[in-house]
């Protein structure tokens, strides 16, 4: 599967912003989508994944709240809206795929990655 991420771009602290994961490929609807960031001298890192039928979700603890994950299979698209964005949010964004059910906080679980999409919140 072919992941395309889109929807980065530069906001206020306190705003909100939608970021978007395109599939093509093989069926979307059998994976489980992550969402992982990292900002420049650091690791990547989880944000939120999503089940395969969207019965689940999950979050870091630093985005608890304020993000939202969310998925239409008929589209081949998973979302991530991010509120109350914080100067700390400013990363790369990067959606994923996985067959695997457990461990979805890993990258290491991750089999397909799309390009990145730079999200910037100024203070």
């Known amino acids: 599967v072919q992941l395309q991420a889109s929807g980065g771009g530069l906001v206020q602290a306190g705003g909100s912003l939608s970021v978007s994961c395109a599939a093509s490929?093989?069926?979307?609807?059998?994976?489980?989508i992550g969402w992982f960031r990292q900002a420049p001298g650091k690791e990547r890192e989880f944000v939120a994944a999503?089940?395969?039928?969207?019965?689940?979700?999950y979050y870091a603890d630093s985005v608890k709240g304020r993000f939202t994950i969310s998925r239409d299979n008929a589209k081949n698209t998973v979302f991530l809206q991010m509120n109350n964005l914080k100067p700390e949010d400013t990363a790369v964004y990067y959606c994923?795929?996985?067959?695997?059910?457990?461990?979805?906080?890993?990258?290491?679980?991750?089999?397909?990655w799309g390009q990145g999409t730079l999200v910037t919140v100024s203070s």
């Open positions: 999503i089940l395969w039928n969207g019965s689940k979700s």
């Open positions: 490929g093989r069926a979307f609807s059998v994976y489980n």
């Open positions: 994923s795929a996985t067959g695997q059910n457990h461990r979805l906080v890993s990258p290491a679980n991750y089999d397909y």
